[in-house]
């Protein structure tokens, strides 16, 4: 999918340079074509030769170097490529992007070039928290210029916190996701996924044992068709996929505020198993045997359906999608359960103990639209997940295209 496809990466200067050296093995390893910019602080912490010699391209370095201008003028460099990446991005490099200075070479090429631009910043925790950096990247973000990382953990300088750069494998995905020109392009879905935990008291919650991997398998392939993703995660037991803006939530009621929060969407896929009751006496500490016998009763309250409100939203996405999880008469329930709550498609499945579909790899789904039930065969979730993603693509199309 990367082949072919042309990247001008910017090293900054900052300790994780290093790591561009492995992204460019990466990219280079997926057919890319890198061609490596240097800023002067970038080649305080790697060679202009290891650069060059992994990229197998020339590596420019400095604004006024003739023989480049004669070569390949500054303003030429900075748009034959498809992406531009910057990895590492300073907290000076985010700087002179935001505030549109062309100093040397790396801040003239993103000054002039219309392409677009990919950051992966680092830089110690204090001056990613500076207010003056998160004024930087609010700007960036409003201009457009994508971001992936940094991630949050140990750093070169002994502190703790977000700043470390994004790991390659990371970067390598924002940049298939950015370079993309799917179906879905331009498009804003949401997906919820994995299951909501309810609390008992502040250690003990309700849960279920949704595992969060179609969820999951969704959100990756509507990424890959183009779309961008919002994904809502309970506390699921696989990590959510790269390239998706990722809102945690643990219980209904903060899932039901984060879907609210990310509408408008395109389309809207409610994948999560969220519980249908909460704990209305929660303990607000810790619940005590006493001692004396008495055993704590747990009363309910209904939690909100989030399936049920969205498909009634003044904001309602153009396509809604649930999912039904049955353990009998699948097709009839499910199909029972899309007029109910309003969605537009109902993914059914069977999830009885013998099919070991909750938690397991694979999946059987029957898709009940307004037209009827389409059965397909089983298949590894990730499948579905790609099957159903392209079902959404043409649904999202064939309206534009009557509309
Ligand atoms: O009613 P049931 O839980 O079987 O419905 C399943 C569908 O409804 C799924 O798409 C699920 O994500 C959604 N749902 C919801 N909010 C709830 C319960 C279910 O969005 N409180």
New binding site residues.
Partial sequence: MLAGKRILLIIGGGIAAYKSLLLIRLLKAEGVHVTPVLTAGGAEFVTPLSVSALAGEKVYQALFDLTDEAEMGHIQLSRVADLIVVAPATADLLAKMAGGRAEDLASTLLLATDTRVLAAPAMNVRMWQHPATQRNLAQLRADGVLFVGPDEGDMACGEYGPGRLAEPPAILEAIRAALVRGPLVGKHVLV?SGPTHEPIDPVRYIANRSSGAQGTAVAAALRDLGAKVTFVTGPASVPPPEGVAVVRVET?AEMRAAVEAALPADVAV???A?A?WRVANAGAQKIKKDGSGRLPVLEFAE?????AWISKASQRPALVV????ETEKVVDHATA?RLR?GCDWIVANDVSPATGIMGGSENAVTVIDAEGAETWPRMAKDAVARRLAARIADAVNRVETKG
Wanted: aromatic content about 6%; overall charge neutral.
């Fill in positions: 919820t209904a409610m994948a999560a969220v249908d939690n909100p359906d989030i399936l649930g999912f039904a999880a359960k709550k």
